[in-house]
């Protein structure tokens, strides 16, 4: 009993230093010389491993900004700070999976504990930012007083401008698009100001209204006894909340179906995110219910999807397509062994990776046999790659697919697809996600060797299996409709509006060719 209890007072030593190293490390400043070898080693590893590297950019146009950056660092710097200067770098690949990842605070088990008794500082109104501008579009807790439309106009003395200039530098969509900057910026403003800052118990915000600026303090709350109770009760979750794939976090459903007509002549399904989440049985009961419903019409709502699965869109599209189909080419890879790079054991505990360790001589060798080598280029099996034949309940009616600016990764390939068979009718503003393919799959996580940043980069090149407009553009919608992002007032959604309105023309023409 003794040597047990020894072994995790032990752990939690270790655990306690482990935390302390990492947060000074954070603070140390890194010789230049050490960090111009961790660009080095990012271009080596970026040649190395992704499968199209100079799609967007040319190599001498890369080339010379790896070097520029090299030039510029002369002085020491911090892990984050050194970010800051190679992001932007990686960014100018045009690639949308690429992102540099930080080199975060940790905080220590009492720390986190009192961090979970605390509402999230900034989660207490939602936010908009429309070009560099930051609006509030709802105040959930009446905090302040502040109403919605009240511009904020800096955090804690920081321009929300600055702000956002520097952050829109950090990523970039694929290719040349520029829809997706302004909706993955709303995503991530605050988890890039965190990383910068670290969890703050308050911050002092400039606000602007009817043109009356104020100065406003905002402060994390504490939680209620009754709301820390709930929270440590585990919820019970029901057969029907799995298949639609509920997410407690926000209290809704990652995907759905509903009728938008009283006759059920109109289907829609809202897919948040291709989680792969039980995803069969969902897809099998909601084309059921469609069939016996009769539904002349589906709408297919993937906005705001940022991708996932390709196994989920290939069973999607096993629904809506009318004929034996392959939903994307073989991927490409820079190797026959590039395969064997994915990040097998990342992410587990020193235990969970013996046990997972004996399985990994299978995974070497499943990956090499899967791996080809054709005309001077490496492939890879993946099974989506393979031809598919559409299910017996497949729906046969007109389908429309609602898509924007945050529609990306795998959205965009069912997307690609559906448009390019002529099998959908493509809704909204040009994807996020490029047209022609993308960079993800699986990844192969680097660690920089000095200041210890992390960069997962995509070891397959995906595409749809469809012909290439080579533009470096997102899906180009059939009907653009304009999402009205910049009003913060309407709640109206213009482009179901417009499919709802093509079908009700629709119905009247086929009720007037039907009664002459």
Not at 271 to 289: D, H, N, P, W
Not at 294 to 319: F, H, P, Q, W
Not at 492 to 515: G, H
Request: hydrophobic share 35%.
């Amino acid at each position: 009993m003794k040597s047990v209890l020894f072994f995790f007072l032990l752990l939690f030593v270790f655990s306690c230093n482990s935390v302390r190293q990492n947060n000074l490390f954070l603070q140390k400043k890194i010789p230049a010389s050490e960090l111009r070898e961790d660009v080095d080693f990012t271009y080596k590893k970026l040649k190395r491993f992704h499968p199209n590297l100079y799609w967007y950019i040319s190599k001498p146009q890369l080339d010379k900004k790896f070097d520029s950056l090299k030039k510029i660092i002369t002085e020491p710097l911090t892990p984050n700070q050194f970010y800051l200067k190679l992001s932007p770098v990686i960014a100018s690949i045009k690639e949308g999976h690429l992102r540099l990842r930080t080199f975060p605070r940790q905080y220590s088990k009492s720390e986190q504990k009192e961090l979970k008794t605390k509402k999230p500082l900034f989660a207490m109104m939602d936010y908009k930012i429309i070009d560099n501008r930051m609006f509030v579009t709802d105040n959930k807790q009446n905090f302040g007083n502040i109403k919605p439309g009240t511009e904020i106009l800096t955090i804690n003395n920081e321009n929300i401008s600055d702000l956002t200039e520097r952050y829109r530098r950090l990523f970039s969509s694929d290719g040349y698009n520029k829809t997706f900057q302004k909706y993955f910026i709303n995503l991530t403003f605050f988890n890039y100001y965190t990383l910068e800052n670290g969890f703050l118990d308050s911050a002092k915000l400039l606000t602007k209204l009817d043109n009356k600026v104020s100065e406003i303090i905002i402060r994390r709350q504490k939680k209620t006894e009754q709301e820390l109770t709930k929270e440590k009760v585990q919820p019970k979750v029901t057969s029907f909340q799995k298949i639609q794939d509920y997410d407690f976090d926000s209290k809704s459903y990652n995907r759905s179906l509903k009728f938008l007509s009283s006759d059920s002549s109109i289907a829609y399904i809202k897919i948040k995110t291709f989680s792969a989440t039980l995803s069969k049985a969902f897809y099998s009961e909601s084309f059921s219910k469609i069939r016996k419903a009769g539904s002349a019409y589906l709408i297919l709502d993937i906005r705001d999807n940022l991708g996932g699965s390709l196994s989920e869109i290939n069973t999607l599209y096993s629904y809506l397509s009318d004929k034996k189909f392959t939903l994307i080419k073989v991927p490409e890879m820079t190797s026959k062994t590039s395969g064997m790079h994915q990040n097998y054991f990342r992410g587990q505990t020193v235990f969970s990776s013996i046990f997972t360790a004996i399985g990994y001589p299978f995974f070497l060798a499943g990956n090499y046999l899967m791996s080809s080598k054709k005309e001077h280029h490496y492939y890879f099996r993946e099974f989506v790659s393979r031809p598919t034949r559409p299910k017996a309940n497949a729906f046969k009616g007109k389908i429309y697919v609602l898509v924007n600016g945050a529609s990306f990764s795998a959205s965009s390939i069912i997307s690609s697809k559906l448009k390019y068979e002529k099998r959908a009718v493509i809704v909204g503003e040009e994807t996020g996600g490029a047209n022609d393919g993308t960079v993800s799959g699986v990844n192969n996580t680097v660690t920089l060797p000095n200041s210890k940043l992390t960069l997962p980069i995509g070891l397959f090149l995906i595409r749809a299996n469809i012909e290439f407009e080579n533009k470096g553009l997102g899906v180009i919608p059939n009907f653009y409709v304009d999402p009205d992002f910049a009003n913060i007032r309407s709640s109206e959604d213009k482009i179901l509006k417009w499919v709802l309105d093509d079908i009700d023309f629709r119905k009247s023409v086929n009720e007037k060719m039907n009664n002459p």
